[in-house]
C-alpha cells in the first residue's frame, strides 16, 4: 500500500482520456463522414433533378441542341467545383459530359451500368463502373420524357473531397478533446488535494498509533468527511493514550496499595520468626496482621465491585424502597464506630416512608461509603446529618459532616480512583481511595448525580439523587 489509490485513479484518468480519443476517432468519424456524404449527395441530387428536369429534357424534347446543352452544363460543373456532369443513357453510353466534348463517331458506353444500383437512395460511391481510377459519390437523376425514362443526369464527385471535409471536422473533435482532458486535470488536482493527502495523512496516523504512538498528532483542515473522520480519529488515538495513561496509573496505585500492606505483613512474621517480637507480645501483632488482611481484602473486594460496575455498567437490580429505611440500616451499622469516636448521627428523614426507585444493595454501598468517610474525616464528639428531601419526582440525600473538609482543587479529583487529598492521608491509613469512585460508578448508572460542598476546616457535604418510586409520584397528584 504505497500509491495504489492515486495510481489507480491516474489510471482510470489515462483510461478515460484513451477511451476518448477511440470514440472520437470512429463514432465521431463514421457519423460526421455520412454525415457530410448525405448532405452533399443531396446538393448534388437537387442539381442533377433541375437540370433532368430542364436543359436535359430539352434536349430530349429536341428544344435544344447538344452543344447547348454541353455548354450550359460546363458552365454549371464549374459553379460546382469541376464535378463533371453527365448524362448517360439507359443502355450505358455516355450521351454528354460537362468535362470534354465527345468525339460522335467514337462511342463511350459504360459497361455494366446499372441505375438501380443506387437502391432506396439516389446516389453510389466507387469508380462507376470503371469510368474513373478513384472513388467517386456520383448522384443519378432520370429524364423523363413522353412518359419515359430517356437517359440519366449523373453527376459526380470526388470522395477525397468529403474525407477532407470530415478530417477537418475530426481535428477540432480532437482539439476540444484535448481541451476536456486538460480540464478534468482539475478533478485530478481536487482529487489529490481533498481526498489523497488527507488519506496519506491519515494512513501515516494509523500506522502511527497501530506502533503504538499514540501521542502522533497530525491534523486534516478541512470541514467535509476527511476532516471529520482524522477529528474523530485523533480523538480516539487521544482517548486511548488517555486510557493507557489511566491504566498506568491505575496499576501504580494498586502495587502500591498491596505492597504496604504485605510488607508490613512480612516485617511482623519474620520479626516473630527470628524471636525480635517476644511471644507475649504475638497477640498485639497477630491483631496488626489481621487488620492489614483485611484491608488486603476491602481492597481486592472493591475493585471487583469497581470492574463489575465498569463491564456491567447498567445491570442494576432496580425495585421500590423505601430510603429512609435504608439510611437507618446503614446508620446503625455504625453505631459501635461512632460510639468509639463519640460521634453522633443525627437523621433528618422525610415522612415516614419514601419510596424511590432504585437499586437497594448499590445505594446501600453508596450510603455505606459515604457514611464511613464522614465518620473518618470526622473529628471526634461531632454529629453527622444525614437528610432526605423530596423535590418534583427526585429525592436528595445528604450526608453532611463537620469534619476536616476538603481543599477546594481537590473536590473534582476525590472520585477518581485511588484519590485521597494530603489532608486526609494522616488521618486514614487505611483507605484505599477507590470509596468515592465506586459512589459515583453507581450513582452515574442509575443516571442521577452527586455533588460535594466542602469547607476546608469546617466540613464537608455530598448529595445525590434518586429517583422517586412511580408509586409515590402517582399519591403526590
Ligand atoms: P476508601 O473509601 O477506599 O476506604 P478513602 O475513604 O480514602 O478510601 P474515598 O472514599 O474515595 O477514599 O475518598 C477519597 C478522598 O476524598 C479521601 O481520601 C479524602 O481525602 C476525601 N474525602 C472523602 N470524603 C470526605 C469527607 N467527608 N471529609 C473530608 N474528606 C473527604
Ligand atoms: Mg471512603
Redesign the pocket.
Same mark, same amino acid.
Given at each position: 500500500m504505497k500509491r495504489t489509490l492515486y495510481i489507480k485513479f491516474l489510471l482510470a484518468y489515462l483510461l478515460f482520456g484513451i477511451f476518448g480519443f477511440v470514440v472520437v476517432a470512429t463514432f465521431v468519424y463514421g457519423m460526421t463522414y455520412e454525415r457530410l456524404k448525405r448532405d452533399k449527395a443531396d446538393s448534388m441530387y437537387q442539381m442533377a433533378t433541375r437540370i433532368a428536369n430542364t436543359y436535359a429534357a430539352d434536349l430530349y424534347n429536341s428544344e435544344t441542341s447538344l452543344d447547348a446543352v454541353h455548354s450550359e452544363l460546363s458552365s454549371l460543373s464549374m459553379y460546382m467545383e469541376g464535378s463533371p456532369i453527365w448524362i448517360v443513357n439507359p443502355s450505358g453510353r455516355l450521351v454528354l459530359d460537362s468535362s470534354r466534348v465527345l468525339d460522335p463517331v467514337e462511342e463511350i458506353v459504360i459497361t455494366g451500368f446499372d441505375p438501380t444500383v443506387t437502391g432506396s437512395s439516389y446516389y453510389t460511391t466507387g469508380t462507376f463502373w470503371g469510368s474513373f481510377n478513384q472513388e467517386m459519390l456520383s448522384v443519378f437523376a432520370p429524364i423523363t420524357a413522353n412518359y419515359k425514362v430517356q437517359a440519366y443526369v449523373v453527376i459526380h464527385t470526388p470522395i477525397t473531397g468529403i474525407e477532407a471535409k470530415t478530417n477537418t471536422f475530426l481535428n477540432i473533435s480532437y482539439l476540444m478533446l484535448i481541451v476536456l482532458f486538460l480540464l478534468s486535470l482539475i478533478i485530478l488536482i481536487f482529487f489529490t488535494e481533498l481526498v489523497y493527502v488527507p488519506l496519506r495523512k491519515i494512513t501515516t496516523a494509523t500506522e502511527q498509533y497501530a506502533a503504538g504512538n499514540m501521542g502522533y498528532e497530525f491534523s486534516v483542515e478541512s470541514e467535509d468527511e476527511m476532516g471529520y473522520l482524522s477529528a474523530s480519529l485523533s480523538y480516539m488515538a487521544g482517548e486511548i493514550a488517555r486510557q493507557e495513561d489511566d491504566q498506568k496509573k491505575f496499576i501504580a496505585n494498586v502495587s502500591h496499595d498491596f505492597r504496604s500492606p504485605l510488607t508490613s505483613i512480612r516485617g511482623y512474621l519474620v520479626a516473630m520468626q527470628d524471636g525480635t517480637i517476644p511471644l507475649d507480645m504475638y497477640d498485639r501483632y497477630l491483631g496488626i496482621v489481621i487488620n492489614e488482611t483485611d484491608r488486603l481484602t !476491602?481492597l481486592t473486594n472493591?475493585m471487583l465491585t469497581l470492574n463489575n460496575l465498569n463491564t456491567r455498567g447498567m445491570l442494576l437490580d432496580k425495585s421500590d424502597f423505601d430510603i429512609n429505611q435504608v439510611i437507618r440500616n446503614v446508620a446503625a451499622s455504625f453505631e459501635g464506630t461512632c460510639r468509639e469516636k463519640r460521634i453522633a448521627i443525627e437523621l433528618i428523614l422525610t415522612d415516614d416512608t419514601m419510596l424511590v426507585n432504585a437499586d437497594v444493595s448499590k445505594i446501600q454501598q453508596v450510603l455505606y461509603?459515604l457514611i464511613?468517610?464522614?465518620i !473518618?474525616?470526622s473529628h471526634h464528639d461531632s454529629s453527622i446529618k444525614i437528610e432526605t428531601t423530596e423535590k418534583h419526582s427526585k429525592v436528595f440525600v445528604s450526608v453532611k459532616?463537620s =469534619? %476536616? $473538609? %476538603?481543599p477546594n482543587e481537590?473536590q473534582k479529583l %476525590?472520585f477518581d480512583r485511588f484519590?485521597?487529598?494530603d /489532608?486526609?492521608r494522616g488521618k486514614?491509613k !487505611? =483507605?484505599? $481511595? /477507590? $470509596? /468515592?469512585?465506586i459512589v459515583k460508578e453507581i450513582i452515574k448508572a442509575h443516571e442521577e448525580n452527586i455533588n460535594v460542598i466542602?469547607t476546608q476546616g469546617v466540613g464537608?457535604e455530598?448529595i445525590f439523587s434518586l429517583p422517586k418510586a412511580a408509586a409515590m409520584d402517582a399519591e403526590d397528584e
Open positions: !476491602k472493591e461509603n464511613d468517610n464522614a !473518618k474525616f459532616d =469534619g %476536616i $473538609g %476538603i481537590d %476525590i484519590y485521597k487529598s /489532608l486526609s486514614d !487505611k =483507605g484505599t $481511595g /477507590l $470509596g /468515592l469512585a466542602s464537608t455530598f
